[in-house]
C-alpha cells in the first residue's frame, strides 16, 4: 500500500492533471505541462489533494523562479535579510537543532529486515499518522515543487528527486544544495525507471507540536514524509532521507558494484601536480567538511555514490552541489577558504541558529573574532552570561549551527564535481572524535582490512543528534542511514572494494584518520589535542605519497604507519610547521591494551549482529593475536622506532 496514493487517490495522470487544473494558475499549469511521465504527474497530485495548499509553485530553476523562493522566504518569515547583500538568516525552534532521531522511522512491512540501529513503524500506523498529521497541513501556503538531480546528470549512479514542500526555506536550501533538473527530469526518470518523492511541511512550526513531528522514509516506494519541523537534516529529505533510499540501492540492488557513503571527496595536488582523489568517511561533526576544505580541489562534503567503471578504476560523484556545514570553530586560522565565503560580499548564504547582532551581523562559538555582549540566537535573545534554566550558560551559537553555500563559490572548488563520469578515486579515509587510542593516520596492507577500518569507528557523540551523548560504535560513519542488515552492508562493503574488476594500478587505499587524539591520551596532563586543523593537510599528503609508492611505512599489527623522516618535510614544506620527533613519537606509539580493548568492544558488538561476513571476526581475531604477541616483547607501549624492521 502505497500511502501517498492511499491518502491522496489520484491513480493517473489524467486525474493528475484534473487537480492541477483546478489548484494552479495558467503560468503553473504550462510549467507542468512539460512533464509528461504518469508518476511525477500522479506523486505530485497526491502531496496537493493531501496537504491542500492555497498555491503551487513549480520551480523550474530560472534565476527569475530562485528569486521567488528568496522573496517568499523573507515574505513568510522564515528567512530574515542580513547586513550582508544576499546572506539571510533562519532559526529552527529551540528544541529541534538537530536530527530527531527519536521521530525518525522507517515504515515497514512485518517481513522487511531493518536495522537494529533505526526505529521502524509498520504500514498502517505509518498511514494514520501521516493522515492525522498531513491533511490540510498546507493550507494558507504556497506549495513549492522542485525536480532535481542527486548527481550530475548523466552519471551512472545519479538518482532524480522530487522535494515537494511548503517551507521556502527548505527550497531555497535545496535549489543552493542540488542540481535543479527540471529540464531534464523528465527525460531522466524515463531512463533510469525510478525516482525519489519527498514531502514536507513545517505546518504551524510551533514548540509544543515538536512531540508529533516526524521523518518517515518509506523504502518501498521511495517517499519520504517530514511534518511539523524545519531542521534541514529532518526536513530537506533530499539529503539524508534520499541518502538511506541510494545506501538501500547499493547494498541490496548492486551489491559490489556501487556504494552510497557518508563521505568527504577532495583532491590533493601531489609532486608535479599530479591529482590524487580521495573519499572519506567520519559521523556527523568529526571532520569531514574540515578535511575536504583542506583539499585542493573541492567536490563535496557529506556524500558520495561510487561505482566500478568501465575501466577497472572506483569513481565518486557528490550528490549534492553545495555545504550545509557546522560554522562552530570555523575560523580564519584553520579555514580560510571557507571563511572568505561567509565573511566577504558577493556569495549567497543561509545562516542557521548562529547570534545576529543589532547590526544583522551573524557571530559564532569559535570564530577567532571580537564577540557582541547581546544579540538574538537560536533560543531568543541572548546576552553574553544568560543561562539555561538549569543555570548552564547558553552559547553564543548553537553547536549545530550551520551555513549554506553552493559547492562553486569556494575557491577549491573543481568543475570535476559535475563530471558525470566521477572523478577516479584511489584514497578512502574513515575517521571519528577518538580521544585516547587510534593514531593521526594508519593504513590497511589490503581492501579487507580497510573494511575492517570503516567497521570499527568509534565517536563521541557531536550535537547534530538531538540527546545524543557518550563515545559510540559508528561504522562506517554511515550506521544511521543504513535501512537494512549491517551484516549486509559489510558483505557490499567487501564486495565492493574486494572487486576483482579493479584494475592493479587503481587498487583502493584504505585509511584510518584521527584528528582528536588528546595529549592526556598521551602522557600529557591537558586536554588539548595533539594536533591542530592545518596538520589535516599534511596526513593527507602523506597518503598521497604513500599511495604513488613514495613513502615508506613501518609495518605493524593494526596497518602500516608513516615514518618520521617521511613526515617531518611534509610538515615543513605544505604548512611551513616544526615537527618535534617526540611529537611524532606521541602521536604514533601503539598503547597495546588501549587497542585491544577496542577490537574486544567491536568483537563484542558485532557477535550480536546476525550475518556478519566471518572475515571481519578473523581480521580482528589476527590483529588481536599479532598485538599480544608484540606486548611481550616490546611492552605495552610501543614506540614507533620499536616496530620497523
Ligand atoms: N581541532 C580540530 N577540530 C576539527 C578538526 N576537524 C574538524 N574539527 C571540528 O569539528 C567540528 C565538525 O567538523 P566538520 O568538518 O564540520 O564535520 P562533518 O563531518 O562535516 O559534519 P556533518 O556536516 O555533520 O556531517 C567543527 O567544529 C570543526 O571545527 C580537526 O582536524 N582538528
Ligand atoms: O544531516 C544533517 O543533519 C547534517 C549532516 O550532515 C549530518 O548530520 O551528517
Ligand atoms: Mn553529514
Redesign the pocket.
Known sequence: MDILNELGKIGSAKQALAVFEKQMDTAQLGRISSISHPEILKRIANAVVICNPEKIFINTGSEADRQFIRDLALETGEERSLAMENHTIHFDLPGEQGRIVDRTFYIANPEDLISSLANRMNRETALEDIRANMTDIMKGKTMVVGFYMRGPVGARVSNPALEITSSAYVSHSADILYRNAFADFDKEVAARGHFFTNVHSEGLNRTKDLPDARVFMDLQYQTTYSFKCTYA?NTLLLKKGNHRFAVDKAVHKNRGEELSE?M?ITGIRGPENRVTWFAGA?????????????GDLFVG??LAQMWIADDGSIRCVNPEAG?????????QE??PLLMKVLRQPGYEVIWSNVLIDENNIPHWV?NLEPSPEKGINFQGEWHFGKTDDTGKPIPMSH??S?CTLRSTNLENYCPDAENPDGVLTRIFTYSG?DADTMPPVWVARDSDQGVVIGACIVSAA?A?EVGASGVKRAPW?NAPFIPGALGDYMDAQFRFFGNTKIQEQFQPVMAGLN??LTDKARGGSTSK?L??????KVWLAWLERYAHKEAGHIQTPIGNLPLYRDLAPLFDKIIDKPYPKDLYDRQFSLYVDHIIARIELQEAAYAKEKNIPGRLFEILAHQKEALQALKQTKGPVILPGDMES
Do not use: Q, W
Open positions: 537534516g557518508h568527504f567520519a559521523p556527523s561533526g568529526c571532520g569531514k567538511t574540515t578535511t575536504a576544505m583542506a562534503d557529506d555545504i550545509f556545514g557546522i560554522v562552530e570553530d570555523v575560523n584553520g579555514d569559535g553547536p549545530n550551520r572524535r557531536t547534530t560513519a584528528y582528536f589535542l594536533g591542530e586543523k592545518k596538520d589535516v
